[in-house]
């Protein structure tokens, strides 16, 4: 196999001036791409690349129906100008936006009455349990943990303390092993 062969560089067109009016006419009369193609043997790429390439000879078709019409709404009225753009009853998925609205609404007072009791300080997440309150005693920083002591947080702010008790498995000594990992209860039907 010879590497080295010379590629000519003008470009020719494949398709002779005949070829092209005569899909450009088949285009321009409404023919889809596919019924094009399959009259001439080629892929329906081939004819959709002429058409880009050419638009003298491919009249450029519509984009389509409008966006309204694909999803089955109506056509939007025209805004007045001063005037309030109207909401949309539905959303796509065809719930009430109102209700929609009212839902995110409460989830994000919800959100933020749980932002301020975190910085006040009264948040539950913020309490040390009551099972760990013993073990602060014994607690130690990270930088002074062995391998096989427990690194369970024991309280909410630095420096952090952890349990450092003898461990059960690889990292949580049993009491806090038993209350990170939940053996579940047998199921009965």
């Known amino acids: 196999m010879n590497v080295h062969t010379k590629i000519k560089s003008g470009k020719q067109s494949v398709w002779d001036d005949e070829t092209k009016r005569k899909m450009g006419e088949m285009w321009n009369n409404g023919q889809s791409a596919g019924r094009i193609s399959a009259k001439f043997g080629v892929s329906r790429n081939v004819v959709i690349g002429l058409a880009m390439r050419n ?64 910085r006040s300080g009264t948040s539950p997440l ?12 014994k607690g130690k920083e990270l930088k002074d943990l062995g391998a096989h002591e427990c690194h369970w947080v024991l309280n909410n702010d630095g420096p952090f303390l952890y349990c450092a008790e003898a461990t059960g498995g690889p990292v949580y000594c049993d009491h806090h092993a038993a209350r990170v990992y939940r053996v579940r209860e047998s199921w009965e039907r």
Request: charged residues 35%.
């Open 126 to 137: 913020l309490e040390i349990a009551p099972d760990d309150v013993h073990r602060l005693t």
């Open 55 to 118: 638009p003298d000879l491919f009249t450029p078709k519509g984009k389509g129906a409008p966006k309204y019409a694909r999803w089955g709404g109506r056509k939007p009225q025209p805004k007045q100008p001063g005037e309030a753009r109207a909401k949309p009853l539905h959303n796509n998925v065809g719930h009430k936006v109102r209700d929609m609205n009212n839902t995110r609404r409460s989830r994000m007072e919800a959100v933020q009455r749980e932002a301020e009791k975190f």
